[in-house]
């Protein structure tokens, strides 16, 4: 049996341990020291913003970042329908309601005009929505200049989930720069890893204090333990962020991997990309393609960090072949792959929430797959998945 290929595996970059021995060697174990505020000047200059506060994953920094926009009970919040449960469940954390949007089909991130009319809709019955959160999803910018314009003609703060999206950008504006605040996730498989871990970034000093408060149970200033605010722990600790500093030094090089993948995939299965039409049974395949297989083009001035390549299957060019059934076959073969996130809307857990469909995430998890993208994946790899695709589809 071949070695397992795994889908977004962790690429340590040879730094990490020192930082880590370090923190070992000044016993500085705590969820606070010289890494920890290393790590966050990292991120901060890094992307561009003021300020950084370092947590234990990027569902906590979304959970905080609701907080200090004064998200609460009953509030609704927009949030794109085709993203990781994680955007949508810190909403519910503080009792409020996600209203969700659909994806525009040439970032398959939220459509901004979808979004627009989902904001009249609760402006009229009386629901003006609290904030917006907004996603890059598998890398990928949204349209940013669309998005906080309309957001900020209603005057609602947007919270830029960018767990994905480290390294990617827009017009040169790094994704994670241009909310009012925004999130990184450094979860095992995401493009730099601390095993977890997350962050909350902005350009307010205070507001980043404040998340910092809120993250280490939000101790009042006094010597006895005294709260007057309901906290969390959720800081990250000082091994875990000495992880997070080697892993920065190495960031560059990891997207140029992650693109560089995608371009060896593009080149061996038809170097098709995707353009969705609508025709009388709904949403379809616009184009065609030599193979059946089509890939999401970056449009002009977004730049993606790839994190994930992701191609989609025409059933109509592939002799019914779905993806589901490569998946079943590349598994065979000791190759991961998996679905496109299923969207909100279809998701149980969220069967009653408002939403505002186009039939654009339908259409991607319907037909699409994420194939093995990890900044450490061998050249011989790649082209040994897409001789087994090319194979399965004859
Ligand atoms: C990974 C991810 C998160 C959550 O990050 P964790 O660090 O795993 O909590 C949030 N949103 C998106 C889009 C993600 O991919």
Known sequence: MNDR???????????????????????????????????????????????????????????????????????????PSFTFVATANPIRYQGAIPVFVDSDPHTWNMDPYLMEEAIQDRVAKGKKPKAIIVVHLYGMPA?????????????????????????????????????????????????ITTSGGGALLGDNDEVIRKA???????????????????GYNYRMSNIVAGIGRGQMKVLPERVESRRQNHRRYFQALGKTWLKIGRGSNGLEFSTESPVGIYFLKEPSGFYSNRWLTTILFNPEETDGITSNEIRHILEEQNIESRPLWKPMHRQPLYEDAPRYINGVSDFLFRHGLCLPSGSNLKKENIDRICEKIIEIKG
């Open 143 to 191: 349209k940013m200049d669309e998005i906080l314009n309309i957001a900020a003609n209603y005057k609602i703060p947007v919270l830029e989930d960018a767990a994905e999206a480290l390294g990617s950008s827009l017009n040169g504006r790094m994704c994670g720069s241009m909310g009012d605040l925004s999130v990184y996730s450094f979860n095992g498989n995401k493009i």
């Open 212 to 230: 910092r408060f809120l993250a280490t149970q939000a101790r009042d200033d006094a010597p006895h333990y005294q709260h007057s605010e309901l």
């Open 5 to 79: 290929i795994y889908l977004s595996p962790p690429h340590m970059g040879g730094e990490e341990l020192t930082f880590i021995k370090k923190a070992f060697d000044q016993n500085w174990i705590a969820p606070l020291g010289e890494n920890v505020n290393r790590f966050e000047k990292d991120l901060a200059s890094y992307s561009g913003r003021g300020h950084a506060a370092v947590v234990t994953s990027g569902t906590a920094a979304i959970h905080l970042g609701l907080k200090l926009l004064n998200v609460g009970s009953d509030d609704e919040v927009i949030c």
